[in-house]
């Protein structure tokens, strides 16, 4: 240790008091030394908890939490509310942006200013900030512990909601850092709700800020209470790991890995990337099923296989929609006493809670993310407020889940028997379909992924947009690099994993779904089959899509159900205008909006677009699998 490390120190100790102090040196790094007293003596709190990995110091968390009002507890045990407010609903993507040295560009399609002036504004913001407010250090690990997906990283928050949240969802790392010392290579996160009004939820909105500096691996977050702004491990966590995946030949991913139970007790592993509300933890829910994670995924290259991990360890799931018939695990949690926050829910007189799509009849009146609420309010707009908000979440540790995955902490992560692209997609594309090779799924569903816009980041609805891999909101590379990484990473693998596409929003003519919500189900089934050559499929220019015989047979092994040759043809019909319509909008995406798109993407629609008019000129607009 340096003169600096030691001047660092004596200035921690003064800030911390002794037992935190005693705490903060277990961990031998002077980086880590220097940071926090960076930011404590920006931030200016009156009083600081580091939190080791002890229950007695994750207990104290969420009881400060509850202290200082940001979390209220509910009629059941270990349940409590929180809100954010009414205008920090989602992800604010406008203002989060990375700090760019100069030099440094990412393309058009990432948010993204200069460094020194973010920095720059970013501290103006956040100084004294949490004068009179507690500050909590919390350690934790990205993905299994000692293992060679983990990343350890380190959160500053003055908000207990937080930090709480983090403890839920997160594998802590205090020990880590510990076991880690010097060689710890840390990514860190800051954040403050600053000021807060009396409902105690952010007040200067305008002020909201998600500044990610990747020179530093530091992300700022302030102003804002949003799970998706401000739980440092989970989206903001995932701009640096990006970045570091792309240099060191690894993916993080915007993706559950789930087990799909099949023939014999086999189980095989699929990871999963959706966009935002389009059923991604509805998937890795299913009944019968296995969760290892519902958002994120790191995958590696071990030997020539594809191995995941999730660098969670809990679930920040939507709560809309959730019901005792179609979701009867999380069902359960949130009935049974547990460690469970509901954010942006309704709350009754009783302590209950209430939700839109929950079942029961709704509640004649209560508070919710906007106030006191009875049925047919309307905001300032005139637009009705609804019962909860369409993003509201419920969080919680996958521990409490009956179908949590044995696997979940193993170091080694799970081999990866399948990758899946699924969007919201009205009128393109068939439910479930194999892609002919890696490079083609890869492309021509992930790349070329599209969904329609949901609650979950702010800005209107149902708009068709082009989502690369469902990951663009979170890119800290240029997207053209990032497929150039996804390719590479292909190549170097001995038998890659069949890749797919999954779309449970198909409308038929009259706009209506062509499938039901439990559908997904025998898809899943089916796809396990193929990840293991079991079951044949049928050539379309799109890819494979499975036979009528086989579909009608899993419809009733799994769901019990007949399965029409007439709703199969309304699903797996190739429409191909909305196909070619399609390939011209993604190919004018990477034209004119990445310019550094591989070739190779080019190509690979080209002759999608090709098979596609040729099967047009000989079956015509609409071909049926049959
Ligand atoms: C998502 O929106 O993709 C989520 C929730 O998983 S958030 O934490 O807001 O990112
Ligand atoms: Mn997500």
């Not at 401000?230 to 030949?249: F, N, Q, V």
């Not at 990032?482 to 449970?504: D, Q, R, T």
């Not at 089934?525 to 050559?533: F, V």
Request: with cysteine; proline share 5%; net charge negative.
């Amino acid at each position: 240790m340096n003169t600096e490390d030691n001047r660092t120190l004596e200035r921690l100790k003064v800030r911390l008091g002794e037992s935190n102090y005693q705490k903060l040196v277990k961990i031998d790094n002077p980086e880590l030394y220097h940071f926090i007293a960076k930011y404590i003596e920006l931030f200016n709190p009156e009083k600081i908890f580091v939190c080791t990995d002890s229950p007695e110091d994750i207990r104290h968390v969420k009881q400060e939490s509850i202290k200082a009002g940001e979390e209220v507890e509910l009629a059941v045990e270990g349940h409590t509310y929180h809100f954010d407010s009414y205008h920090d609903q989602a992800r604010d993507k406008d203002n989060s942006k990375y700090l760019l040295p100069s030099g440094v560009e990412l393309g058009q399609n990432i948010n993204a200013m200069d460094r020194s002036e973010g920095l720059k504004e970013i501290h103006l913001i956040m100084k004294d900030i949490m004068q009179g407010n507690q500050l909590f250090i919390g350690f934790f690990c990205l993905g299994p512990l000692n293992s060679q997906f983990s990343i350890p990283a380190v959160q500053l928050t003055d908000s207990g909601y937080v930090a709480h949240s983090e403890d839920l969802l997160y594998r802590q790392g205090y020990e880590e850092f510990i076991r880690l010392g010097r060689s710890a290579r840390f990514l860190k996160f800051v954040h403050s709700a600053g000021e807060l009004d009396e409902r105690k939820t952010s007040k200067n909105i305008d002020k909201r800020r998600v500044y990610i500096d990747l020179e530093d691996e530091i992300v700022f977050s302030t102003n804002t209470q949003y799970g998706g702004n401000t739980i440092g491990l989970k989206k903001l966590a995932m701009r640096p790991a990006i970045k570091r995946a792309s240099k060191e030949g690894w993916l993080t991913e915007h993706m559950f890995i789930m087990g799909v139970h099949g023939p014999s007790r086999r189980v095989t592993y699929f990871t999963g990337a959706f966009p935002s509300l389009c059923g991604k933890t509805s998937t890795s829910m299913l009944p019968g099923e296995s969760i290892v994670g519902d958002d994120i995924a790191y995958l590696r290259n071990i030997d020539g296989v594809i191995r995941a991990v999730n660098p969670e360890s809990g679930m920040f799931g939507v709560i809309q929609g959730v019901n005792s018939v179609d979701d009867p695990l999380i069902w359960k949690v949130l009935h049974n006493p547990g460690d469970v926050i509901f954010s942006n829910v309704l709350v009754t007189k009783e302590k209950g809670v209430h939700w839109i799509g929950k079942d029961g009849k709704e509640p004649e009146k209560g508070f919710n993310y906007a106030g006191e609420w009875t049925p047919g309010k309307k905001d300032e707009n005139g637009n009705f407020i609804l019962t909860s908000h369409p993003n509201a979440r419920f969080t919680l540790d996958l521990q409490l889940l009956d179908n949590m995955d044995p696997k979940l902490n193993d170091p080694e992560g799970v081999l990866v028997g399948g990758i899946i692209y699924g969007g919201r997609d009205s009128d393109t594309k068939v439910p479930v379909e194999e892609s002919f090779d890696w490079v083609h799924g890869f492309i021509t569903m992930g790349a070329a992924l599209e969904s329609e816009t949901t609650a979950a980041t702010l800005g209107k609805e149902g708009v068709r947009k082009i989502n690369p891999m469902s990951n663009l909101d979170f890119l800290s590379i240029p997207i053209g690099r990032y497929i150039e990484s996804h390719l590479n990473f292909g190549a170097k693998l001995n038998n890659p994993p069949p890749i797919f596409s999954v779309n449970y929003f198909l409308k038929d003519k009259e706009g209506k779904f062509t499938n039901d919500k439990t559908d997904k189900a025998v898809w899943l089934k089916w796809m396990e089959l193929r990840s293991h050559n079991e079951v044949e499929a049928i050539e379309m220019p799109t890819g494979f899509i499975p036979k009528y015989e086989d579909l009608n047979k899993l419809f009733n092994e799994v769901l019990n159900k007949d399965y029409s040759e007439e709703d199969y043809v309304n699903q797996f019909s190739v429409r191909v205008p909305e196909n070619l319509a399609k390939i011209d909008r993604v190919e004018d995406f990477y034209k004119t909006k990445v310019t550094d798109t591989p070739q190779i993407l080019f190509e690979v629609l080209e002759e999608q677009k090709q098979r596609l008019i040729a099967a047009q000129e000989k079956y015509g607009d609409n071909i049926s699998p049959l």
